[in-house]
């Protein structure tokens, strides 16, 4: 099975830039696409962003889009997203999870981290 592991979370004040890693263990999992998520407190889970597995297909949440880019690198088995200009409502425990379809549902996606705190203070 995929395994996957969170960090780069951390605080940050409003306008700041935070990198979030997700590593991956496994063979196949340059064939698997992956989508980062966010939890808010009292929030449900919700979809923040996703790529292919090969790297070149993306899609963002509006709430993010423009801010955010989610990037791959299948050679050292990690997803990235890069958060810049985060805002007080970006502040979430934020979830990489590995899905064999390219999909957008937290259903659909067969392994899910651990997650990692992203705080974004005023």
């Known amino acids: 099975q995929v395994q996957l592991v969170e960090s780069g979370g951390g605080l940050v004040q409003a306008g700041g830039s935070l990198r979030l890693s997700c590593v991956a263990s496994g063979r196949t999992f340059s064939r698997h696409s992956v989508g980062w998520f966010r939890q808010a407190p009292g929030k449900e889970r919700e979809f923040v962003a996703a790529v292919n597995w090969g790297g070149e297909s993306t899609s963002y949440a509006k709430s993010v889009s423009g801010r955010f880019t989610i990037s791959r690198d299948n050679a050292q088995n990690t997803v990235y997203l890069q958060m810049n200009s985060l805002k007080p409502e970006d502040t979430a425990v934020y979830y990489c999870?590995?899905?064999?379809?390219?999909?957008?549902?937290?259903?659909?996606?067969?392994?899910w981290g651990q997650g990692t705190q992203v705080t974004v203070s005023s």
């Open positions: 999870a590995a899905s064999s379809r390219y999909v957008f549902a937290l259903s659909e996606y067969d392994y």
